[in-house]
């Protein structure tokens, strides 16, 4: 399996995506490392995304409740 991050503005919109990485938990380090950083630059939302299967596993926000 293999798996990216769908970067989403604060209207749900796509604009752009991680690189793709070979399982879940490579991408969930990724995201960990720079969340902070992609918030800066607007992203409010990201998806993770199951390539293979062609689906979001889930989505959350950047920003703390």
Excluded: C, K, N, Q
Excluded at 38 to 58: H, I, K, N
């Amino acid at each position: 399996m293999s798996f990216a991050w769908a970067l989403l503005d604060g209207a749900g919109s796509e604009t752009g995506r991680s690189e793709a990485f070979p399982g879940r938990e490579e991408a969930e380090a990724w995201l960990g490392g720079r969340w902070a950083d992609l918030l800066a630059t607007g992203v409010e939302e990201v998806a993770l995304l199951d390539l293979d299967g062609d689906r979001e596993v889930y989505r959350m926000g950047l920003r703390e409740a």
